[in-house]
């Protein structure tokens, strides 16, 4: 969808590279980690013994005298920590792992990817119409908001922040004025379009787990301590 949006552009084809570039890796990525999800393990311990840590230290401990007896319940605690890192990245690789898809499976979860990308493209539209914004009225300038959208996208799937948050949102304020949107026009149908195609997404997963579990399926629930 980027390189179609640079196309219509008329960009030179030199633009989209870096984008390419990016999309090249995630899909190869994807299929190396599909086959090989072991190589999940390292980043999914790190992660869970990251936020673990995150959350140790807002929920606050008093200081203590270096030496004192509490250091051995520190200690305790950490190898708790690492203990439960370690249990939640072996459940996620299995999980991973356990996911077997022919190749009608994988088309059509393709498909279906695309057409959500094209739902989202059209949210971003009515974004920038419901913010004062201009209708593209020419190839050009869809072309244009085509690739300003596709790029957004790359940039939240590079995996800094969960989500993209913050990301995706400063990447479409860039390519919005850089298209002729003034700041704040840019501002709020950023800020609209990632109520709309990300953020609301939320409470409807949460509506369906609810579902799920009250007909008896078996959902996954909150890890809980050791």
Not at 51 to 67: D, N, V
Not at 88 to 115: C, K, M, N, P
């Amino acid at each position: 969808m980027t390189l179609t949006g640079y196309a219509l552009a008329g960009e030179d084809p030199s633009v989209a590279v870096a984008p390419t570039l990016v999309a090249g890796t995630l899909l190869v990525a994807f299929f190396v980690v599909a086959r090989r999800p072991g190589l999940l393990r390292a980043p999914a311990r790190i992660a869970v013994g990251s936020w673990s840590g995150i959350r140790r230290r807002i929920r606050g401990r008093p200081a203590r005298e270096p030496g004192s007896l509490h250091d051995l319940h520190d200690l305790h605690d950490l190898h708790d920590l690492h203990d439960q890192a370690d249990r939640a990245a072996d459940r996620f690789v299995a999980s991973f792992g356990a996911v077997h898809a022919g190749l009608g499976r994988w088309s059509a979860a393709w498909a279906l990817q695309v057409l959500s990308w094209f739902g989202e493209f059209v949210s971003l539209v009515a974004a920038v119409a419901a913010t004062g914004g201009s209708i593209p009225s020419d190839p050009a300038t869809w072309g244009w908001l085509l690739a300003v959208y596709g790029t957004a996208q790359l940039a939240g799937a590079i995996p800094i922040i969960p989500g993209g948050a913050g990301q995706v949102e400063a990447a479409l304020v860039v390519g919005l004025t850089a298209t002729g949107t003034d700041a704040s026009t840019a501002l709020a149908a950023s800020v609209a379009f990632r109520l709309m195609s990300h953020w609301l997404v939320v409470p409807i997963g949460w509506v369906c787990v609810a579902a799920l579990r009250r007909q008896g399926a078996d959902v996954p629930r909150r890890p809980t301590a050791a």
